[in-house]
């Protein structure tokens, strides 16, 4: 079945430090990729997409690139901020059968320190 | 305005007893899921609904039954419950049941079994 792994966390950094969270997939035919991000307390929101080989998604400095030869889709920053502190879930997108579901990696803590 | 809205945020209750959560969404989405997030902050998808057909069912116990009054609103009712229902459940609705079609997510309901 479709599956997302992601790099441990949590993970620190000090502010404007460069940020790198590893994700790799498996999954059968060829779906949409997704970056999602939770807060504390609250729900998931969309952090940005890529539906097919070579895209870019990119969203608040944040990017990542579906590669279909690697099959992974790694989240970079350039600069972190405090603010970025959260929670971020690599997703994978497949229709089945008339359904559409989300299949999530384990998440990976991020902290950002001054 | 909000997108995706959960009620109750939280929810306590003791074993055995029977509760459900509401959901309702005005962004005109059709389709519409449950997820469970559990202590460990996995996420695992329950069902999806489109037009108010239930399309996904992904070996949850019967004591759970969704229920899809309109394209709107999406409810999930719980019987008998049990220790291990304890998580954090997230409504979730899109447009459409394509992988290309992101999820948007409400604020989740924290459910504690006693």
């Known amino acids: 079945g479709d599956s997302v792994t992601q790099m441990e966390g949590p993970v620190t950094l000090s502010e404007e430090a460069f940020l790198t969270i590893n994700c790799t997939y498996t999954a059968t035919g060829y779906p949409s990729l997704f970056w999602y991000v939770q807060y504390p307390g609250e729900g998931l929101q969309l952090l940005l997409k890529a539906t097919k080989a070579d895209d870019k998604g990119s969203n608040k400095g944040f990017e990542a690139t579906y590669r279909k030869e690697t099959t992974s889709f790694h989240l970079e920053k350039g600069s972190v901020q405090v603010s970025d502190s959260a929670v971020y879930f690599c997703?994978?997108?497949?229709?089945?059968?008339?359904?559409?579901?989300?299949?999530f990696g384990t998440g990976t803590q991020l902290k950002v320190e001054l | 305005d909000t997108a995706v809205s959960q009620t109750p945020k939280y929810l306590v209750t003791q074993m055995g007893n029977d509760k459900s959560i509401k959901c309702e969404q005005n962004l005109g989405h059709d389709t519409m899921y449950w997820y469970k997030q559990d202590s460990k902050k996995f996420l695992k998808i329950m069902f999806s609904?489109?037009?108010?057909?239930?399309?996904i069912n992904e070996t949850v116990p019967n004591r759970f039954s969704p229920k899809s009054p309109d394209k709107a609103h999406l409810n999930l009712h719980i019987n008998s419950l049990e220790l291990g229902d304890s998580a954090v459940y997230f409504c979730a609705s899109s447009q459409g049941n394509r992988d290309t079609y992101e999820q948007y997510f409400g604020p989740g309901t924290r459910l504690t079994v006693t």
């Open positions: 997703a994978l997108s497949a229709s089945t059968g008339g359904g559409n579901k989300l299949t």
């Open positions: 609904y489109n037009n108010k057909e239930l399309i």
